[in-house]
């Protein structure tokens, strides 16, 4: 079996979820589709919620700032109060959703509103999230060791703690110090690294960081953070030079601990 020696210095691993901990299958079959069959009758249930206006809120924001894209989809502003008018607009909603699903962008706009939606699903029992079967041993093994672990996901919080707390493994929510999402800033920018090590109260070397995705990787190595990029089924191919340049492991128990035996 490969094995990478996690640095001496490293007390912090942060831990990606999409192709890191869970199958991109799940997201991509299981809680993508559930957003795009759902989202219209979930606009029109909780339409008048405070939490729904707050989504719709942020997501006319996003497509404001999106309107030079190619094919992007305007959320007019409240005018009327018709039912047509009503309508129109969570037309335009479910849209811009959908359009931006379909480019699979991480905003922080979108991930909120998919993050609300989850929750029924997750709490009625009609999904359970997948884990990596070397994940949850891993994860505790590293604490035992005296490791912190944190996750930072394009996923929402909410949405993560949904993850981790309704999963095929059980609620294995305790097994994480804390949960950071685009709200600190976006993954492929070394800035959100810096922040996330200043909110843990460590150093930037303090941490190594696992992800499947070799942008997110580079910029949290420019940050001064340990990468290791995770291979998994089904997530995407990496350049001959990318194989070279970064440390790669296919499962968490490749990792070894100075500390642990
Ligand atoms: C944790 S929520 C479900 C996955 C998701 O929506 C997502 O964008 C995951 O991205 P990641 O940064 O974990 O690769
Ligand atoms: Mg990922």
Redo the contacts with the bound molecule.
Sequence with gaps: MVVLSVPAEVTVILL?????TTPIAF?KDI?FPYIEKNVKEYLQTHWEEEECQQDVSLLRKQAEEDAHLDGAVPIPAASGSGVDDLQQMIQAVVDNVCWQMSLDR?TTAL?QL??HMWRTAFTAGLMKAEFFADVVPAVRKWREAGMKVYVY????VE??KL?FGHSTEGDILELVDGHFDTKIGR?VESESYRKIADSIGCSTNNILFLT??TREASAAEEADVHVAVVVRPGNAGLTDDEKTYYSLITSFSELYLPSST
Excluded: F, H
């Design positions: 990606d979820i999409e192709g890191t997201v809680l991480k991930k998919q993050g996901s394009s996923g929402s949405a993560q993850l993954k499947d995705v």
